[in-house]
């Protein structure tokens, strides 16, 4: 069976001789609104105001999508911005205050914010940098541009501006908005947590004066004041010992002071005592003031049954006192040690002691003996309540250091969710100024993570349309169409034409070709299909062209 013969040059040269109609009908409608829309367009023209994005703000992606080139929080925000800056009210506001399309009517609104829209155009400026936790580049968002088409281009650069400030404006009012929330937040946190400090203090306060002497902190001081209660106790039972032997000591001299009786010269001995004294003592000295009268009583004979009793003793005393008392202040340490005597000699008349002093008592060495003794009982009185007191302190502190380890636990538990409130106490006040600092910051306009680094300025030349462009593309696009939709049509026509065709078909050869005959009837058909097909192609350019106008 024979196989078709591929088609020649010839072949279709001479099918576009044939269909040079269709040709025609597609390539002229095609070619003519190139033409016009080249021709005709307005000039647009479009101004551009670039907005830098802090680095803060860019680099930092919201999830791991973000990091592979998926997603970037700048990307979202500037998008999200574009939501919120491009509504029906700022658009109108726009077209109100800049008056950008006088041709709309006021009651179109819905076309003139799908045109405002068109008109409108927010890109994204991306930087390729390489991240350093995958070691592959990424893009990632520095800046974004805002830009805005007119016919007029002063209205193109007052849009564009008034665009560009819009932005900026409702990022500071969002940021300034967040960041306010921000600080009533730690305001109100920082409040109740204040109170919950306040409470927690008191009942620490409450605590600490239920187990004042029992904290764990006073451990130490407990330990150490037992150590010194110890040591004194200790010191003080040793010099019980030593006056307690002194006492017997002089009891035993006392003893046979009186056994030996009177001593003729014990006056003389006193009034010596009494001179040397007076080279040191002033004479109203209490020890002075007692010599004197020791020397008055030996003299005048009042050393028996006189003053020899405690009631006696102690009426002497006091005198010896007031009379010390209008030399010497209370401070004074013979004051101090009358006030100790007198209070010894009280104890011992409120006991029931009767305490006379025998005649030997009278003697100068007696009394001194007697004296000597009184003053050790006194002392060991005071040393012995000095211990009660002392193991009576001793026993508390005991009972403290015993009682602490029960009592640390609950101290603990105060202290630690004290100290705990009172961190985050202070960590929402820091918190709180930073906001409140930040939101100061942000309407001073000091704190703006969008710069503007290119202001609109009003066009020079016109952004579209692309004239030439458009031209050659419309022409390059009606030879293409008209040859494809020619050879199209001659593929799928199933016609016999010339003798090629027959020799192919039949695989005969003609013995001779009838050319086509036209007559006037065969004109004026062609005539009518290409009037048909001119109005036909001027009414579809018109429509092309409307339609294209429209949108443009």
Known sequence: MDTQASPEFSDYIHAI???????????????????????????????????EIDDSSSREPLSEAATNGESDYADQYVQNLKGMVITDGNLRKLNKELNLYPNFASDDEVDLFKRMRRDIDVQIVTTPILDPRTGREREVVDAFSVSYDNRVPEKAQKGAKWLVDAFLAEHRRQRQGRSSGAAEF??????RLRTQVAKLESKLADFKKQYSGQLPELTQLNMSMMERAESQLESNNAQLASLRQQRVFLA??????????????????LEDQYQRMKATYDESHPDMVALRR??????????????????????????????????????????KRLQRDIATLEARIKSGEKGDVELSDGTPIGMQLRTQINAIDSQLASLGAQNAEIRAKLGGLEKNVTATPQVERDYSNLTRDLNTAREKYEQLLNRQMDAEVNTAAIVGGRADEFRLIQSPSVPTQPAKPNRLAILLIGLIAAVVLALTATVAMEAVDPKVR??????????????????????????????????????????????????ISYFL
């Open 17 to 51: 001789a044939r269909r040079k109609g269709l040709l025609f009908a597609i390539a002229i409608p095609i070619a003519v609104l190139a033409i016009l829309l080249a021709a005709t367009l307005p000039d647009v023209y479009s101004a551009s105001g670039l907005v």
């Open 186 to 191: 730690y305001s109100s946190e920082a409040e």
């Open 252 to 269: 035993a001299q006392l003893e046979a002071q009186r056994a030996q009786g009177l001593d003729s010269g014990s006056v003389r001995q």
């Open 294 to 335: 020791q020397i008055d009583s030996l003299k005048y004979g009042t050393t028996v049954g006189a003053g020899t009793s405690l009631s006696s003793q102690l009426a002497q005393k006091r005198a010896t006192l007031n009379e010390a008392r209008q030399r010497y202040g209370e401070e004074h340490p013979d004051i």
């Open 498 to 547: 010339g003798a090629r065709d027959i020799r192919e078909l039949l695989s005969v050869s003609p013995l001779v070709a009838i050319p086509t005959i036209r007559n006037s009837r065969s004109r004026r058909r062609s005539a009518w299909r290409f009037a048909a097909t001119a109005a036909t192609g001027v009414l579809g350019v018109w429509v092309a062209f409307s339609a």
